[in-house]
């Protein structure tokens, strides 16, 4: 279906959800997962960085790792299609925007309500008590720093993200596959669509009866729940879409 019926489908929208992953931020210069050249897992192991067990290996080591991908996204902005996806909820109401990115893009483009799936840079909690921490100081790329230590019970802080093996926190996966099985139009934008459960949220929304229309470059896991693929770059299609 091309572009043009695309906007069709989102003009007529009334409930709609926006799902995106790190290909939404990837025109504003943060790196995507899996990307073969360019993602994170091409240049770094997602085992030693990602994962609860990486964490008490050497906390300082993942630690620093996160304060610098902060700092990373701290001197990027939003883009055009962070913009459009604003406009999005601007025009329609109801709208809710669910992200995989721990990233705070969306929200510097205007949006008040982001649902986080898999938490945030900007959000480090006590390892220990869950205590909200401040973030520390920022290493050079693959330095390593020592965690603060929790005020309240002198464990490690920790990145306020969602690891592998973790559970999504609970909040913000029921509001998002509520959101999923009320809407009429869900876009999916910039992720591959396999990691899950937030890689279920397309296939909610699809069952629940709503049309899902899907921008990515590349053919995804999720190629086939959308009704309409528009393969290209968020930041170009977006804004188009919205026109
Ligand atoms: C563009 C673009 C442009 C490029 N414009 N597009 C079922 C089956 C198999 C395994 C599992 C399963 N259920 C659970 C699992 C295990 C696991 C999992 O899914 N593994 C799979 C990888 C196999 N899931 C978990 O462990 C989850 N937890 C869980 O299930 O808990 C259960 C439990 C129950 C009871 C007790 C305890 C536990 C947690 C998953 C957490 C994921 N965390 C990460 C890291 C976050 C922190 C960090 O950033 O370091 O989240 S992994 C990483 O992947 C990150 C992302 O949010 C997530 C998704 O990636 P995304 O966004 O899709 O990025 P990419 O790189 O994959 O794709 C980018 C896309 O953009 C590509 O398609 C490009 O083409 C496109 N693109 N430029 C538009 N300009």
């Given at each position: 279906m091309p572009e043009r019926d695309a906007a069709g489908l989102l003009r007529d929208a009334k409930r709609v959800v926006v799902f995106t992953g790190a290909?939404?931020?990837?025109?504003?210069?943060?790196?995507?997962?899996?990307?073969?050249?360019?993602?994170?897992?091409?240049?770094?192991?997602?085992?030693?960085?990602?994962?609860?067990?990486?964490?008490?290996?050497?906390?300082?080591?993942v630690w620093g790792w996160y304060e610098w991908r902060r700092a990373e996204v701290e001197q990027v902005a939003p883009n055009a299609g962070h913009r459009a996806v604003a406009a999005i909820a601007a025009r329609v109401a109801s709208t809710v925007v669910i992200t995989q990115n721990i990233d705070d893009l969306h929200e510097r483009a205007g949006l008040e309500e982001v649902v986080h799936l898999h938490g945030s840079l900007f959000t480090p909690r006590c390892s220990g008590c869950g205590a909200p921490a401040e973030p520390g100081d920022v290493p050079a790329e693959g330095g390593r720093i020592p965690p603060?230590?929790?005020?309240?019970?002198?464990?490690?802080?920790?990145?306020?993200?969602?690891?592998?093996?973790?559970?999504?926190?609970?909040?913000?996966?029921?509001?998002?596959?509520?959101?999923?099985?009320d809407c009429d139009l869900l876009l999916t934008i910039g992720t591959s669509g396999l990691v899950y459960p937030a890689a279920e949220i397309p296939y909610v929304a699809d069952r629940a009866g709503a049309t899902v229309i899907q921008i990515n470059p590349e053919?995804?896991?999720?190629?086939?729940?959308?009704a309409v693929n528009?393969?290209?770059?968020?930041?170009?299609?977006?804004?188009?879409?919205?026109a």
């Open positions: 290909g939404m931020s990837a025109e504003s210069g943060v790196p995507t997962f899996r990307d073969s050249l360019t993602g994170l897992w091409a240049r770094y192991d997602a085992q030693s960085l990602a994962t609860p067990e990486a964490f008490e290996a050497d906390p300082a080591l603060p230590v929790c005020v309240d019970c002198g464990a490690d802080v920790r990145p306020g993200v969602v690891w592998f093996g973790e559970q999504l926190p609970a909040a913000a996966l029921s509001a998002a596959a509520e959101a999923a099985f053919p995804t896991a999720l190629d086939s729940v959308a528009l393969r290209g770059p968020a930041a170009q299609v977006l804004p188009d879409l919205v």
